[in-house]
Nanobody
Framework: QVQLVESGGGLAQAGGSLRLSCAAS????????MGWFRQAPGKQRELVAS???????DYAESVKGRFTISRNKVKNAVDLQMNNLKPEDTAIYSC???????????????WGQGTQVTVSS
């Protein structure tokens, strides 16, 4: 049974940092394309960071230079380091896998339950 479980969300002040982790079970995360998505209240879900099975990464323009996605092969997890947080980063963050397909909302096969990130000004 495939499961994705996020952790590490919480409250941060503007300019602060948080590190999210997405632990996978039931499949080998490192050979699958993975992404971190977020959905703010009243807004559509968006892809903020992705990593391919070949470890190529991509970021939304709004988080480039501030967020870093990486794999933890020992823990079978994918992490999202978020630095210099802004109030507009406040959202529910979810990880997902698209298998061998390019990561996108439409291609995502499995989702985690999400973790709340709140950034105060």
């Amino acid at each position: 049974q495939v499961q994705l479980v996020e952790s590490g969300g919480g409250l941060a002040q503007a300019g602060g940092s948080l590190r999210l982790s997405c632990a996978a079970s039931g499949f080998i995360l490192s050979i699958n394309n993975m992404g971190w998505f977020r959905q703010a209240p009243g807004k559509q879900r968006e892809l903020v960071a992705s990593i391919t099975s070949g470890d190529s990464t991509d970021y939304a323009e709004s988080v480039k230079g501030r967020f870093t996605i990486s794999r933890n092969k020992v823990k079978n997890a994918v992490d999202l380091q978020m630095n210099n947080l802004k109030p507009e980063d406040t959202a529910i963050y979810s990880c997902a896998t698209s298998g061998s397909l390019a990561i996108s909302i439409a291609n995502a096969k499995y989702w985690g339950q999400g973790t709340q990130v709140t950034v105060s000004s």
